[in-house]
């Protein structure tokens, strides 16, 4: 499981309550972009709509040796999960102040997959105190 991106916000700005792991749609030459190491998920979030959810913000560099064709950085991609999955997040995510984060990508089986976190948001004391016991 070798991590391609992670997201290191996460972590500071969220207590992680729940984890989740799933698929997500790509195109060939977001896939090649990736395997180049070219991803950023640090302004990413993902959203339930429509009984499926979404990854926005995520940010996939244009392959270098691409056509026209080539994908849109930003573009809204598609994350695969069990329809029983999707409800508990949806649950989980309609309390306030809780919200979908994206921990890493990841290769597994010569797919990419997304660790999905339900996290609650951390107040400024809380982030201070994590780092005091760091230290």
């Known amino acids: 499981m070798a991590d391609i991106v992670t997201n290191s916000k996460a972590r500071r700005d969220y207590h992680i309550l729940e984890t989740f792991e799933a698929g997500i749609v790509l195109r060939g030459t977001e896939v090649k972009a990736l395997r ?3 991803g950023q998920i640090s302004e990413a979030f993902a959203r339930v709509e429509n009984g499926e959810v979404y ?3 995520a940010h996939i560099e244009e392959y270098a040796h691409g056509n026209l ?3 849109q ?3 809204v991609r598609k994350l695969l999960l069990h329809k029983s999955e999707i409800r508990k997040l949806f649950e989980l995510a309609a309390v306030k102040g809780q ?3 994206p921990l890493s990508l ?3 089986k010569g797919r990419v997959k997304v660790a999905l976190a339900v996290g609650k948001g951390k107040a400024q004391f809380d ?3 994590d780092l005091k016991e760091r230290e």
């Open 127 to 129: 982030k201070r105190q």
């Open 36 to 38: 180049a190491g070219k």
């Open 106 to 108: 990841y290769w597994k």
């Open 99 to 101: 919200a979908l984060v």
């Open 55 to 57: 990854l926005y913000n």
């Open 69 to 71: 064709q080539n994908h």
């Open 73 to 75: 950085p930003k573009a």
